[in-house]
């Protein structure tokens, strides 16, 4: 296999090449691990797609990401080369207009690429979906897989908090995110089926999430009251979704399978959970200062579109932009909403094999 990207001859020491990496920009404060040319090249032979093939350009300053150049970020992060098609499938996700990706990457926002894993490598590939999954699990793959993408918006696309990104506090998954469906124990189709996949298929969807909103309860037993409550709490007054139209955008809320088992109780078919929650998922209007329920009128934000309920605000246009998910732990009472950038779209892709299938 030859290599094509240009090379740089670093230190074999540990402790210098982690110093060079902070000293140079391109490490992200953590560790990282040398991307020698068997690193990459056994990342390669993982997909079939040429080194040299450009997967898109990656904003904010249009740095062009072929295969290769993801494969070397991908190596710094420790990425197992069984897992490499799913950190090329994430990014071809983002790449995609409609996520828009120039946007997320500029904003004064916290927003983040946050990707959600569905399909039979979860397991092998230490993708974390059970305890702990969205931080503190340790699988290797959602460790790294995570960290890969977000190396390459900073190497190839050129994301700099405070210079080319104009975030203003940034969160803990700028360092990467990556999280499982535990789809064995949910009662629904998993994500990637709901979104028009094979369910034999390895599909990592993107979202844009502002960060990890923690909603508890330990005191409801009927489950549409749970239900009115996690709506509500998600339709906070100052959710990024409440300041553009209603029409962009999704807010993942994921439950732990044993809130799923008795939501699915009162909602078998998860298309009708998803209609109670965005019916529930609005504040009345003079919960928001004069100031602002002028904008929100002006902004036609206020009640539905066939003129009822003039006094709500409702968080999304459509139940299908509340996008339900199971993972976690066991323990209950718990949930986690990632709430909406807004302006962007949620996109899945399916990764491809060396023998040419999903």
């Known amino acids: 296999m030859t290599l094509t990207g240009a090379q740089v001859e670093v230190p074999a020491d540990a402790d210098a090449f982690y110093e060079r990496s902070l000293a140079e920009g391109w490490g992200d404060g953590a560790p990282l691990l040398p991307p020698t040319d068997d690193a990459i090249e056994a990342l390669l032979a993982h997909t079939p797609d040429p080194a040299d093939a450009v997967l898109g350009v990656l904003p904010p300053q249009y740095g062009v990401a072929t295969v290769e150049l993801v494969a070397a970020n991908a190596a710094m992060a420790g990425v197992q ?169 999704e807010v993942v809320l994921a439950v732990n399978p044993m809130w799923a088992e008795r939501f699915a109780g009162a909602f078998p078919d998860v298309a009708d959970l998803q209609a109670y929650l965005h019916a529930h998922a609005w504040q009345p209007l003079d919960v928001w200062p004069q100031a602002n329920r002028d904008i929100l009128v002006a902004k036609g934000r206020v009640g539905t579109p066939d003129g009822d309920h003039q006094d709500r605000v409702y968080l999304t246009a459509r139940p299908d932009q509340i996008v339900p998910v199971v993972c976690g732990g066991l323990g209950s009472l718990h949930a986690i909403a990632l709430p909406s950038f807004g302006e962007s779209a949620m996109q899945s892709v399916a990764t491809r094999s060396v023998g040419g299938g999903s």
């Open 81 to 249: 080369p069984a897992a490499f098609p799913l950190v090329l499938a994430a990014l071809e996700a983002l790449t995609t207009p409609e996520w828009n990706a120039f946007g997320l990457t500029t904003t004064t926002s916290s927003v983040f690429p946050m990707l959600i894993v569905n399909g039979p490598s979860r397991e092998a590939l230490g993708i974390d979906f059970r305890a702990g999954c969205m931080g503190g699990a340790g699988g290797r793959g959602s460790m790294t897989i995570g960290r890969a993408v977000s190396l390459c918006l900073r190497n190839i696309g050129g994301q700099r908090a405070g210079e080319t990104s104009r975030t203003v506090f940034g969160q803990p998954a700028r360092f990467g995110m990556c999280f499982g469906e535990w789809e064995e124990r949910s009662p629904w189709p998993s994500l990637a089926t709901r979104r028009g996949f094979d369910a034999g298929a390895d599909v990592v969807t993107v979202h844009g999430g502002k960060g990890t909103f923690p909603l508890a309860d330990i005191h409801n037993d009927d489950p549409r009251d749970l239900l009115l409550l996690l709506a509500k709490s998600i339709a906070y007054p100052l959710a990024n979704m409440y300041l553009g139209n209603a029409d962009n955008g």
